[in-house]
């Protein structure tokens, strides 16, 4: 399972680094698995981040210096049984 790990890690960063813009420094902080069943097959899982949670974190940040968001995501197999729950913490903060 910790190539599950491994290939969902920089999903939400990556996300949060391209939308958000310059002045701001993006950080994985804390990943947590938890296996609910061996992947026999391939697994997938899909990553969102709306505009609103982008103008949220950015109207935040007027006022406070750093923030933390936890996002959520479900491994499937082609069967649609999911093999891990994954929670991964990331860390936002101006750039000063």
Excluded at 11 to 21: A, E, H, Q, S, T
Excluded at 26 to 38: E, M, T
Excluded at 57 to 75: A, S, W
Aim: include cysteine; charge should be negative; proline fraction near 2%.
């Amino acid at each position: 399972m910790a190539a599950c790990l491994h290939a969902t890690d920089v999903l939400y960063f990556l996300l949060v680094v391209k939308y958000i813009g310059e002045g701001y420094i993006v950080w994985d902080k804390a990943s947590c698995i938890r296996c609910k069943s061996p992947a026999k097959e391939p697994a997938y899982t899909k990553a969102v981040l709306s505009d609103e949670e982008i103008e949220l974190m950015k109207t935040e940040l007027l006022n406070t210096d750093k923030i933390d968001r936890v996002y959520f995501l479900d491994l499937i197999d082609e069967t649609g049984d999911i093999c891990a729950s994954i929670e991964k913490t990331i860390h936002i903060q101006n750039n000063k």
